[in-house]
């Protein structure tokens, strides 16, 4: 049975729940993201979570799917050089014009929890601690857009 989700109404509700997620997740993280907002994923608290998540095992993956690189090319954004050093842990492909855009972001941890971020210019949204229906439902769409998208060589030869 599904559990109750949580409502997040600031960035502060975004990162905790991320880092839960981060924190009790075992295998996958999934993030589709505009452009890596920096409140969020460039909070060292973040990174630190992330790379802790994958440095946890050798089956931790941790897949990133962007629809801007624009806002990560002006300035170091934090999440950038943990990419570099945990090229084969963590894999950053932005998705390509042709792909429908959305106005949403989610973040998956393994098959069950999702933070879903509703409204782009504001911080709103919900965390499922256990939401298989709806996890499965955005790794469709993650999974489809992933087909598509491509390591961005303009990122590449930015955190070179």
């Known amino acids: 049975m599904d559990s109750e989700p949580t409502s997040l109404s600031d960035i502060e509700s975004f990162r905790d729940a991320l880092h839960t997620l981060a924190g009790t997740s075992r295998r996958h993280l999934r993030i589709y993201s505009q452009g890596l ?21 050798r089956y931790a993956l941790i897949q990133i799917l962007i629809t801007d690189n624009e806002h990560l090319l002006r300035r170091p954004h934090q999440l950038l050089p943990l990419i570099q050093r945990l090229g084969s842990r963590i894999e950053l492909r932005k998705v390509q014009a042709s792909t429908e855009p959305t106005d949403w972001e989610f973040a998956l941890g393994d098959a069950t929890q999702v933070i879903l971020r509703t409204d782009k210019e504001k911080w709103q949204g919900h965390y499922h601690p256990d939401n298989p229906v709806r996890v499965r439902q955005l790794q469709d769409v993650f999974e489809q857009a992933w087909l598509h998208a491509r390591p961005d060589p303009e990122l590449k030869r930015f955190v070179l």
């Open 37 to 57: 907002a920096r409140p969020l994923y460039s909070d060292p608290e973040t990174v630190q979570h992330l790379s802790d998540f994958a440095r946890s095992s």
